[in-house]
């Protein structure tokens, strides 16, 4: 079945840059549109970015334009997501999902999901 492990957060100061990755495995990874959410202690997911399955084609959340990026290896089976200037509220733990098809932003639209990484940046 498909298995999805992120990596490569931590705690780092406001301006910062840091580089998510997400391996993806158990299934044809080029027919997935991945996806970043994130969520912060006592709020609700939030979408952040998504990545069609050629990586031809991406999608941010307005909290995310102009400081993330987003990419993926299909060699690798791997989808990253490039954080820079970082801000506190971007504290949250950070969750990395395989959807059906790019453009989606609810948690119920993605098929599978990752257990997360933290990621912690102080001011």
């Known amino acids: 079945q498909v298995q999805i492990v992120e990596s490569g957060g931590g705690l780092v100061q406001a301006g910062d840059s840091l580089r998510l990755s997400c391996v993806f495995s158990?299934?044809?990874?080029?027919?997935?549109?991945m996806g970043w959410f994130r969520q912060a202690p006592g709020k609700e997911y939030e979408f952040v970015a998504a990545?069609?399955?050629?990586?031809?084609?991406?999608y941010f959340a307005d909290s995310a334009k102009g400081r993330f990026t987003i990419s993926r290896d299909n060699a690798k089976n791997t989808v990253y997501l490039q954080m820079n200037s970082l801000k506190p509220e971007d504290t949250a733990v950070y969750y990395c999902?395989?959807?059906?098809?790019?453009?989606?932003?609810?948690?119920?639209?993605?098929?599978?999901w990752g257990q997360g990484t933290q990621v912690t940046v102080s001011s």
């Open positions: 999902a395989a959807g059906p098809r790019l453009g989606l932003t609810l948690v119920s639209q993605y098929d599978y």
């Open positions: 158990g299934g044809t990874f080029s027919n997935y549109c």
């Open positions: 990545i069609s399955g050629s990586g031809s084609t991406t």
